[in-house]
């Protein structure tokens, strides 16, 4: 059997249609965008395109988005980029506590540079508190971060809701939408969001490259600096090949985007219906209803994540953990935590997150397998015992 | 990341469980990750005769006492103490810098034990 990959929020495969579009930017029109000879000129056309895409299918204008080198720069950019423009205003920022690590290292390293960050608790389901955000909000607030849905347990978020609550007070509004874009229906203009990050390998497009989108108007602060790329504001060749195949892979999403959302659901809709109905003591964490279609994350009671992982590789099946074990600072997801899962149940947490090219087949076999896998980590399981009529079930 | 030899004892572990009448029992916890390891031993003339465990935690935890166990049974309780997370990794082959701290579980079980069979003796 071939390898089974269940980890889509991680990262997607490149589409092969994607591919074939890119490959002429790296051989043959491999000038340069901003040299003003015809290979150079040629490369620009293909970028101001893939702009154009990009911006329309968002319901942007192209001269709202800027490419960089995926979500974490973009991340980086907005909140970084915020603080230094908007610091004479004030130095507190506003961010939730499942942000991605992205933001929320960056955000550390703002704190010693003297700003202030609030992080706002969500709900068990993992969605932001509302109300605790509108109280955080200072007269020195200068922005308000929020993910569109996360990248753990796939929840999304109220973001029209976090957008108005920014706008009644003038602050800045950013949201990652890294996890969201390849499938959710985005419009930026009618969220009437400031700023949004995307990456492109999320929605079968290739690594490296993604975007910020920048509301026309305005103002924020560099952080890459070099030539005239991208209207002076971030510096550095343009990765030409990137950010076509970034164009073509949103225009190929977004063209069967309800057909795949239907197909992936299904799949992962039978694949919780069986892992809650054969496998005893286990939870799904997240909201039921208000979650992207790909994800399902569950906590398998009395054992422990890296494990099942290994074991699930081992047959071929790859996924992911939020458990301590199997990251590197052995802390268990914060996402979890932030949601009030005790830490051993976090430690017991796996992710599957689903792609259009999984098959049922697959998804039966998983649970075959997982069945099998939990079982035999249990029998080893230090804690399971200490439940002895558990062993019945 | 794991070298084959831990993999192998992972997937394929030895000695997993709990000796019904144990003469002594270990069980230690990893503060820094919450990880817990349960280690029973029979001893007949101070010699340890049979070890099995039990652990929540990852695969290099599990490996690790599995490979632990396996090395304590049959010798005495004195050479048992001797046995150490370092000659337990040897063993193994090496394991990845962030996952020594899970081989010290083994260690400290096995020490457990036997600190409590002799405190029973
Ligand atoms: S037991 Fe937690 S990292 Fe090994």
Not at chain 2, 67 to 76: E, L, Q, R
């Amino acid at each position: 059997m071939k390898p089974i990959y269940l980890d889509h929020a991680a990262t997607t495969p490149l589409d092969k249609r994607v591919l074939e579009k890119m490959l002429p930017y790296f051989t043959e029109n491999y000038g340069n965008a901003n040299s003003q000879h015809s290979f150079g000129q040629t490369a620009k056309v293909a970028v101001d395109n893939a702009r154009k895409t990009i911006a329309d299918i968002i319901g942007a204008k192209p001269s709202e988005i800027y490419f960089t080198s995926g979500g974490t720069e973009s991340d980086n950019w907005a909140l970084r980029g915020t603080a230094k423009r908007y610091k004479d205003k004030g130095k507190h920022l506003i961010i939730s506590k499942i942000e991605h690590h992205a933001m929320l290292t960056t955000a550390k390293e703002l704190e010693k540079e003297g700003f202030e960050f609030s992080y706002i608790g969500v709900d068990e389901y993992g969605s932001i508190n509302l109300d605790e955000l509108e109280k955080a909000i200072r007269p020195d607030t200068i922005f308000i971060g929020c993910m569109y849905a996360n990248n753990e347990v796939g929840t999304i978020q109220p973001i029209e809701k976090i957008v108005e609550i920014a706008k009644k007070h003038n602050i800045v509004c950013f949201t990652d939408a890294v996890q969201a874009m390849g499938a959710i229906e985005i419009n930026v203009s009618k969220l009437g969001v400031d700023m949004m990050s995307f990456s492109a390998h999320k929605f079968g497009g290739p690594k490296g490259v993604g975007a910020l989108y920048i509301r026309n108007g305005l103002d924020l602060g560099k952080i890459i600096t070099g030539g005239h790329q991208e209207r002076t504001r971030r510096g550095g060749t343009t990765n030409v090949a990137g950010v076509v195949g970034f164009s073509e892979a949103l225009r190929l999403s977004r063209e069967s985007l309800d057909k795949d959302n239907e197909y992936i659901k299904g799949l992962r809709d039978r694949f919780i219906e069986r892992v809650e109905s054969e496998i005893p003591y286990v939870k799904l964490n997240g909201s039921r209803e208000n979650r992207l279609s790909n994800n399902a994350d569950f906590s398998f009671y009395f054992i422990e994540g890296e494990s099942i992982l290994m074991m699930l590789d081992l047959e071929g099946i790859a996924v992911s953990s939020g458990s301590a074990c199997s990251s590197d600072s052995l802390d268990p997801s914060h996402v979890l935590l932030a949601m009030g899962i005790p830490a051993e149940y976090a430690h017991g947490s796996i992710r599957f997150t689903f792609g259009k090219d999984n098959t049922l087949e697959e998804v039966e076999y998983t649970v075959d397998k997982l069945k099998e896998i939990i079982h035999k980590l249990r029998e080893m399981s230090p804690l399971f015992k200490l439940n002895s009529e558990v062993k019945n079930v | 990341m794991y070298n084959e030899k831990v993999i192998d004892a992972f997937k394929n572990p030895k000695n997993v469980g709990e000796i019904e009448n144990y003469d002594g029992i270990g069980t230690v916890g990893n503060a820094t990750c919450g990880d817990i390891m349960q280690i029973t031993i029979k001893v007949e003339n101070d010699v340890i005769v049979d070890a099995k465990f039990k652990t929540f935690g990852c695969a290099a935890a599990v490996a690790t006492s599995s490979t632990a166990t396996d090395m304590i049974i049959g010798m005495t309780i004195d050479e048992a103490l001797q046995v150490t997370n370092r000659k337990v990794i040897e063993y193994l082959g090496g394991l990845p810098s962030q996952k020594i701290h899970c081989s010290v579980l083994a260690e400290e079980a096995i020490k457990k034990a036997i600190e409590d069979y002799k405190s029973k003796k």
